[in-house]
């Protein structure tokens, strides 16, 4: 029987790249983003392109409703949707604090929640988070993004071990630097909230420490091949660490003490 796949933020990067990817290798997959628009060239692959705003509780309801519907079934949830959002803790509004929760956190455990119903009916599922190296340490401005990436990693571990019972895999998957929208949107950010505080003259560096990262990035289909590793083995990791410097930083960070590993941080950026 054909697998059936969600992927969310599928309209660019690692979303997209997946999407195609899953389907080469035979899945039904659906793509979902706030910008269905940006799917049109998946759509002419022959992937289904669903429009969710993972923030709206009707957007993701309707969502799972409406691959139910078509398939009755969902055995694969890739939950890709996310953003940087950066800032000195000082400087970031609440609201924004709270929206960078509710996107990528919030959101992915209520469409998490609706999808698991099935998968334990079916005694079959994946559920695949894509993380970040920044879930294994923190930088600074980047308080409230690597918060929600910390807290996406304890949710992982907790349900991995609640749904092992019902056959369902939980897998984190952790990128390094990768091409996409991501660094340009985090980098842009960062100036505009913080770039004429009191953070100011670190915040310059931190933002050309961000561009040559973007600079060094590696494909997303680097990340969508683990992912698709991720969902067709039979017994997957619980973690993939890949991308540009993804390795050797999560790495270093196991073997560092706190302030070692803060002056190695703070002295990349120049």
């Known amino acids: 029987m054909q697998k059936v796949v969600l992927i969310t933020g599928a309209s ?41 705003d993972i923030t709206d509780e009707h957007s993701v309801v309707q969502t799972i409703e409406t691959i139910i519907e078509k398939d009755g079934r969902l055995d694969i949830l890739v939950n890709n949707a996310g953003y940087g959002s950066y800032g000195s803790l000082e400087d970031v509004p609440m609201s924004e604090a709270r929206r960078q929760f509710e996107v990528n956190l919030f959101g992915l455990a ?13 005694k079959f599922g994946r559920i695949i988070n894509i993380s970040s190296i920044g879930g294994s340490f923190g930088e600074p401005h980047g308080s409230w993004y690597h918060a929600t990436k910390f807290a996406l990693e304890g949710l992982s571990d907790s349900i991995r071990m609640e749904l092992k019972q019902f056959g369902i895999d939980v897998v984190i998957i ?22 004429k505080t009191a953070y100011k003259e670190l915040v310059s560096k931190h933002h050309n420490m961000l561009e040559k990262a973007g600079k060094q990035a590696s494909h997303p289909s680097v990340v969508a091949k683990a992912i698709l590793k991720a969902a067709t083995t039979k017994r997957p990791k619980t973690r993939y660490v890949v991308g540009a410097g993804a390795k050797p930083l999560v ?11 803060d002056t190695l941080m703070l002295g990349a950026m120049k």
């Open 251 to 261: 790495f270093l960070r196991k073997l560092l003490a706190d302030r070692t590993f």
């Open 12 to 52: 660019s990067g690692i979303g997209k790249e997946t999407a195609r990817s899953m389907r080469k290798e035979g899945f039904k997959v659906y793509g979902a983003s706030r910008r269905k628009d940006k799917m049109a060239d998946l759509e002419e692959d022959g992937i289904q392109a669903l429009a969710l």
């Open 174 to 195: 952790k990128p390094g630097a990768i091409q996409s929208e991501w660094n340009s949107i985090a980098r842009k950010g960062l100036l505009e909230v913080s770039g």
């Open 110 to 122: 209520r469409l998490t929640q609706l999808v698991l119903p099935h998968m334990r009916e079916q």
